[in-house]
């Protein structure tokens, strides 16, 4: 059966965490969509590890694949299996011969393009993702395939970095180097063609993830980024390039819906908000200079609002696992999750981080919108509309900070009645059940009420 796990918000919900905790009954772990813009943190034996490429299960011996639906920068790649390595694992890494290759040239005009962009930049990692699944879909791209056939590869850079130089020089007005050069990038991404062959590699995702399912085996499905930033039901143009809901999951391997849809969606939910990057986000809790739109720290914050926020961001560590930048924070906003339990069609939640909101008096949520007037409980279809929306919140009575690792030893009921309450309400208005509660960052530090495998 599949296991998908799906970011219900805006990313770092904590997916890579939870990965590792069902992963354990999982043979294979797949990713669906995305590159190396994902910072994934996996906790194993006491060592932390940071992934934006390699599949979280794969730090625990499991088959990691990149589906068909990513995008791979076969430097990160090797990077990060060689840096496994370096750690005494032994990391077994598949790529889809479908999937789309990140090249020099897609990172650089990532760059120059959110420089250009003001107003509209998304804040991305500039990691070449957009470019990349623009080529895409343009028919222009460069498959993990085709690194692994000469003729085919030299045919494509021919045709694609003429027109990526003109680009950059004529449309930006920028120098261009190597990044952009026919013959040095022919002569570098064979040899990334040559290790993927020699390490047995590549494979036809669909085929190879459906296989190991007839055998009986288990199949976790792991998303990047979230249903707030997915291209098409995110918050347009603040999003990333994929489709991180759960249909990419079925676009993006190879494996039928009716094969996805069998098997269960888990939405991971982080238990406030976190975002990195612009665009409006109506529970925000103070700001970030050049993130938060017409965000003046001087002028107007609100002091106690800030203090929170601060407070929020130290205790979850909210700083990005990519980039290091500070990530906005807020209260948890209900219009999205129901927008993101519609869109994914959760069967069961994970819900992290209760613990950095303890020992807070009160702990509020954005219950519904309002928006012209009216209240509103799912997020209206435009950008331009949710940021006229305002929150209406209600609140909880806080929980006190508790020995976590007991709670988590101890189960369900052992976490404090108040952050329960919180818990049941989410649940309760997302019509799925809460499948695992995250008390803190180790492997340990989770309730586990329900085992999908199981
Ligand atoms: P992902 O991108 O969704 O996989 O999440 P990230 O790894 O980018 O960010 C989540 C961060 O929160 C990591 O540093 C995790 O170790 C940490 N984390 C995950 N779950 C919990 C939790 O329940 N409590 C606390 N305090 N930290 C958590
Ligand atoms: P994980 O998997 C949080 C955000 C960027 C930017 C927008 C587009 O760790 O949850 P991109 O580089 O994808 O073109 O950037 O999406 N973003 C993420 N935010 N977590 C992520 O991944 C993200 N991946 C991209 O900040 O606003
Ligand atoms: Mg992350």
Redo the contacts with the bound molecule.
Sequence with gaps: MTVTIV?SQL???????VVDLYGDAADVVARYQGGDN????V?HDGEKYKLSLVPSGAVRGKIGVLGNGCVVNPETLFDEIDTLRDRGLDPDVRVAERAHVILPYHRALDGIEEEEKEDLAAGTTKRGIGPTYEDKAGRRGVRVGDLLDPDTLRERLEYVVPQKKALAEEVFDKETGEAFDVDHLYDTYREYGERLAEEEMTVDCGTFLQERIDAGENVMLEG?QGTSLDIDHGVYPYVTSSNPTAGGATVGTGLGPTVVGDGEVIG?VKAYLSRVGTGPLPTELGGVEEQTPDYDADEGADADEEELATYIRDE??EYG?VTGRPRRVGWLDMPMLRHAARANGFTGLAV?????LAGLDEVKVGHSYEFDGEEIFTMPPTTEQWGRCEATFKTFEGWPDVDWAAVAEDGYEAIPENARTYLEYVSDELDAPVYAV????GRG??VVVENPYE
């Design positions: 970011g990313g770092d919900e904590g997916k890579g965490g994902a910072g994934h943190t906790v990047a991971i979850g560590g696992t992290n981080h209760i613990d950095v995250g008390v803190g960052p530090e989770t």
